[in-house]
């Protein structure tokens, strides 16, 4: 009988012991894996470069093993977009919250994309990859990441253009696609060297002048 009972009691801590993990504990240590990891890529992002950071450094730093970090990030470029989407995020919405109500709607939008040029300049080489890497995202992840950014970045631009009124018979969205459009080629021009920052600025407010149709 007794021998039965340690049977049983073995048996049961068996049990408990494979039981599943608790899904809001193991959503908690995905949300904290992730965590590490986009600090620890952020930091050696910004310390030794793209090109000189390795996965294995990233997982090391994270505290993760390299198949882990794989199963968060297909590639080190997957990464990027995971990394900075959030700080995207925050600073875009940063950037239209402190606009000038009163000022014209190319002024506006002008404020808005020198913020988005200061940001990118902060690190020329990291952004000449994450800027590749927003036009073609290793992954579907990645790419929900991007449109979760332009959606943000579209409402502003599209409030800044229903605001202003100046666009005859115009669909705000498409205004603001459109001013995106034009600001993301400036923005890769000044940002692979072809042309001078105040060269690039200079001909974004033209065209979006002639965009919004303010006569400038």
Known sequence: MEGNLLLTTAAARKTISKSPEDPGRRERNKREKKARIVRAARELFHSQGFTETTTSQIAEAADIGAGTLFLYAR?????LIMVFKDEMIASSQKY???LTANA???????TVFENMFDYHARDMELSRVLLKELVMPSSPERTDDIDELMDVIFDGLGNIAQR??????????LTARSAFAIYYYALISWVGGAV?????????????????????
């Open 104 to 110: 014209s709607a190319i002024d506006q939008m002008m």
């Open 96 to 98: 239209f919250a402190r």
């Open 75 to 79: 590639s080190k470029k997957d990464l």
């Open 196 to 216: 001078e920052r105040a060269d690039c600025l200079g001909l974004l407010r033209r065209q979006l002048s002639a965009l919004l149709d303010t006569g400038e």
């Open 164 to 173: 202003a009124g100046s666009v005859a018979n115009a669909d705000p969205e």
